[in-house]
């Protein structure tokens, strides 16, 4: 894949389908969305966030393809700095390293500090509107307000 027809896979306009799945009531939150856009592909968007802290969450889009996925784009919040990974003490995404048109792994390895959200509800809508996906408001009717009623 090169990166033009990456940033195509992620303009294109995308239509939720249904929710995959929803975890019950617990320790960590887990929804997964079915996705297609209008030249038939599929893509898998998800939220993850820890229930007992807040702001340990990640919410990405993967392209969906027969033998796999290929993760787009991931947007994460606090997870605790480390030597190897100080952009962890802050809000980050991350995305493909490109050499060129090239994207060499399937990797996400380039971080960039993020301040578009400061909450996993925020973030989802940057993921939404950044990818052009349509329908999650028969899932979450706030989208775009702040809060989106995720409960553990």
Request: hydrophobic share 30%; net charge negative; aromatic share 8%.
């Amino acid at each position: 894949m090169t990166k033009t027809e990456e940033t195509e896979l992620l303009a294109a306009p995308k239509q939720v389908i249904k929710q995959l799945n929803c975890s019950p009531p617990g320790s960590q939150l887990s929804r997964t969305y079915q996705l297609r856009d209008g030249a038939g592909r599929e893509y898998r968007l998800f939220l993850r966030r820890n229930g007992t802290f807040q702001e340990n969450f990640s919410v990405g889009l993967d392209l969906v393809f027969t033998g796999g996925e290929l993760p787009l784009v991931r947007l994460n919040g606090k997870h605790g700095a480390t030597i190897e990974n100080p952009h962890h003490a802050g809000y980050h995404s991350h995305h493909p390293k490109w050499v060129g048109e090239d994207r060499p792994g399937r990797k996400l390895s380039e971080v960039e500090g993020e301040t578009r959200y400061a909450s996993m509800e925020e973030a989802l809508t940057v993921v939404v509107n950044d990818c052009t996906i349509k329908g999650m408001e028969a899932f979450f009717p706030a989208l775009g307000q702040g809060e989106l009623g995720l409960e553990f």
